[in-house]
């Protein structure tokens, strides 16, 4: 163990590819349009040109990059690694009982028989990792086929890879029961178990000659692991520090860096500092070690770890101030590398082809590539002091100060109606939710409500005509007519199905965070800047940068939603919802601005909604719905945080809300959510209407739903995120179910989510049983029958 570590390195990279090469093999291997020989080097290239760029850009010391590829998921190959695979997937085990590649997309993707590995949000990140199922009787077994491929491909290219695992506590803390486990197993029972499996993999790594493993464990910094743990604080502390304890006693073994990206280590900081391991990594951008720091890594402790300070923000876009950083780094005692604070997957390749970005943005920028610049810059000083690096602080110093300076990020007319709006109570209340719903005996709507939640089918030739208008081939004009064509479809469409509430498709709208960062001020996109959201799938966020408003002349700016709803609502005797993306959602979404509170932000984004809202009041839209799907998506990983960002996220939903009409019926909708936590959110928000994601729990969630709630529910009846039509039977049996279990007069029909996923075909039968199923119950709710 005596090959010190790295002083320079990074917790990942991304894997997508600069031009998204792993998703393009990967997807046609999956549709059988390239073979396994294909995929392989394919995916070979990409890691090698990802070793060459990093090497390129300075990371030459042995050890410094980490094995950070994955085909999927860095979970799963956990799964794969020490073959934690759930009975319902055991024939996609090979003949030894191993997980192939092929058995792990099996498990990723799902196969003809089983449903795919649950995916779930990784920490507070807009990554998605697949959820290990363990019972009392999973046989884990090491194999290493997969890090060792990987690990080969590096030794080929001459690059000391530093293999890099999920820590065995995170990789339980976030695994859950397999159906077939016994009642109350709980996952951590099977420590013990899987850390024999470690220990084999630090002797087959010893073996290889490998003098550094990576293993992490970004699960102790949450108060989510108490939950899954049962333990308290210092229980925790006491199991991270017996495991360490137990690793760190293998005799011959690689030396162990633990990681902790995404918060504050708590009372497992001093459990890993005294646990035997060789290094530690601490996020030193989302944490506030302040002196803890210091009085661990002092150096007056010779049994201490190293301290790899993740002093580069990992996950954000934003050009690291240099001389913060300094600040942190000598606060920190005695430092032996500079790391970023998480993995770089959460961010674009690099700002290269990047030329289109507003003005001087650019220069205020770092994606992966130009962090990896900055760790190096960083690591400089600890070689030759801080004032090797005086020319770098002083180009970050000034970038930073003409970003502050910058027309539109400073914008006083902004700040100040901000400032005047939040500091009024008026601005977040409306008139009790009984005085509303009187109000809106106005509209007219039937018993139980049908209407969607917004999009309608993507087609391709949708695709195909904002393609050619973006790349000019047709022309404004004939763009918008070719949408209003679509448009007149869609209402035409619904009204022959006979539902209550239209929409008119979104068929306008690349994507429901893009769109709007498109119409207002404040915002950039880039052409190339992707991120991996699960496997093969990538977002592309949009940059916000600025002061928010509505593009246009004035405070208000101009509206943009309205010209489309107006035309659809021109097309109907029916009311048409106008559609928005509410704040929440576009934040999380997005790549937001660090220079200013999130809240504040939130704000701003609000009082351009409020905008907006306001104009639709006026062209006599009399429903408008406010989308929040990612409303839970930002909730702090300590609860002592948790309070705080749900005064300003439910805040400025209802700023941007409330000021309309008694009358006026607010929806919003919320989907991929935590139904136990939702409905404290759902009652916050004050909307007078909610739909939400349920039919794949078969709407269990309603079981959580208080006995006070009075507000108007829509537990989603059709489960759009697969092309089966449901039956009048099925959506019958949802509808009695949610009939039982939301007040009378106060129940939508409605689909999950939108259909822009689905086809035509199925979109118009489903809907046609959903509103089948809804008269099937109308009329047995005025005839007395199953009521
Ligand atoms: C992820 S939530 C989507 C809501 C949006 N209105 C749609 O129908 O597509
Ligand atoms: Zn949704």
């Known amino acids: 163990m005596t090959t010190p570590f790295p002083t320079a390195t990074i917790l990942g990279y991304p894997r997508i590819g600069a031009h998204r090469e792993t998703k393009k093999a990967l997807e046609a291997f999956w549709k059988g349009s390239a073979n396994r020989e294909d995929l392989d080097s394919a995916l070979a290239q990409v890691q090698k040109a990802n070793l060459t760029r990093l090497q390129e850009l300075g990371l030459k010391e042995d050890y410094a990059i980490p094995a950070s590829f994955s085909h999927y998921d860095q979970v799963l190959d956990a799964v794969r690694l020490f073959t934690a695979v759930p009975s319902r997937f055991a024939s996609s085990l090979g003949a030894e009982g191993l997980l192939s590649l092929e058995g792990y997309f099996d498990l990723a993707r799902g196969t003809a028989e089983q449903p795919a590995l649950e995916l779930t949000k990784w920490f507070d990140t807009n990554y998605h990792y697949l959820v290990p199922e363990l019972s009392e009787t999973t046989e884990f077994r090491l194999n290493t086929a997969g890090l060792f491929a990987q690990l080969d491909i590096a030794d080929e290219a001459g690059v000391k890879l530093r293999p890099q695992v999920v820590g065995p506590l995170t990789f339980l803390l976030l695994a859950k029961a397999a159906d077939d486990a016994a009642e109350g197993f709980t996952p951590i029972s099977r420590l013990a178990d899987l850390l024999e499996e470690y220990e084999s993999l630090l002797a087959a790594l010893a073996e290889r000659g490998f003098a550094w493993l990576q293993l992490d464990e970004p699960a102790l910094v949450t108060d989510a692991a108490l939950a899954a743990s049962g333990l308290d604080e210092a229980g925790l502390a006491e199991l991270v520090a017996s495991t360490y304890r137990r690793l760190s006693a293998v005799e011959k073994r690689p030396a162990l860096l633990v990681t902790s990206p995404y918060g504050d280590l708590g009372a497992n900081l001093p459990a890993l500092a005294e646990s035997g391991i060789e290094a530690l990594h601490v996020d030193a951008v989302s944490a506030h070690y302040g002196s803890r720091l210091a009085e661990i890594f002092d150096g007056a402790h010779e049994s201490r770890p190293a301290l790899v300070l993740g002093a580069v923000n990992g996950r954000n876009i934003w050009r690291a101030d240099l001389a913060a950083a300094l600040k942190a780094l000598d606060g920190a005692g005695q430092v032996a590398a500079i790391a970023t ?30 962090k990896v610049a900055e760790v190096l810059t960083l690591a400089e000083t600890l070689r030759n002091g801080a004032a090797s690096i005086s020319a770098e602080v002083e180009a970050a110093t000034v970038a930073l100060a003409e970003r502050e300076r910058a027309r539109g990020v400073h914008v006083p007319e ?43 089918p993507q087609t391709p030739e949708i695709r195909k005509q904002r393609a050619a208008y973006r790349a000019g081939a047709i022309s404004q004009a004939e763009f918008e007519e070719f949408l209003r064509a679509e448009i007149a479809s869609v209402i035409r469409l619904q009204e022959e199905i006979g539902l209550d509430v239209l929409v008119h498709g979104e068929a306008e709208r690349n994507d429901m965070v893009q769109y709007f960062a498109e ?15 699960y496997g093969s799938r990538c977002t592309r966020p949009s940059i916000l940068w600025g002061d928010v408003k509505r593009s ?15 035309y659809a609502a021109s097309l109907t005797e029916k009311h048409v919802k106008g559609m928005l993306t509410g704040p929440v959602t576009i934040l999380a979404w997005s790549f937001v601005r660090d220079d200013i509170p999130r809240a504040d932000t939130a704000y701003q984004v609000a009082l351009a909604l409020a905008d907006e809202i306001a104009d639709l009041e006026a062209a006599g839209i009399r429903i408008i719905q406010v989308d929040e799907p990612a409303l839970r998506e930002l909730l702090p990983l300590r609860a002592a945080d948790q309070a705080a960002y749900l005064d300003w996220s439910v805040g400025s939903f209802r700023l941007a809300t409330s000021q309309v009409a008694d009358s006026t019926q607010i929806h919003t909708h919320l989907c991929y959510s935590e139904f136990n936590e939702i409905f404290a959110s759902i009652d916050g928000l004050n909307a007078d209407v909610t739909s939400i994601e349920a039919a794949r729990s078969r709407l269990e969630l309603l079981a959580d739903l208080p006995s006070s709630f009075d507000r108007d529910l829509g537990p989603g009846v059709w489960d759009i995120h697969s092309p089966r039509v449901p039956s009048v039977d099925e959506i019958s049996e949802l509808i009695a179910a949610a009939r039982e279990g939301v007040r009378q007069g106060h129940l939508w029909i409605n689909p999950d989510c939108g259909l822009k996923t689905r086809g035509y075909a199925e979109t118009r039968a489903s809907l046609e049983n959903l509103v089948a199923a809804t008269e099937l119950a109308r009329s047995a709710q005025t005839t007395g029958v199953g009521v």
């Open 341 to 370: 604070s998480t993995s770089l997957q959460h961010v674009p390749h690099t700002l290269t082809g990047e030329d289109h970005l507003h003005e001087g943005l650019r220069n205020w920028l770092a994606f992966a590539d130009e």
């Open 519 to 533: 119409n207002f001020d404040g915002f950039d996109t880039t052409v190339n800047g992707w991120v991996q959201s």
């Open 414 to 456: 902004i700040r100040d109606r901000v400032a005047a709006a939040t500091a009024q109570d008026a601005a977040f209340e409306r008139a009790s939710a009984q005085v509303r719903q009187a109000a809106q005996k106005s509209l007219n709507l039937p018993e139980l409500p049908t209407t969607t939640i917004g999009s309608f």
């Open 552 to 566: 246009g002349e004035g405070l208000a700016g101009e509206a943009f939603t309205v010209p489309w709803i107006s």
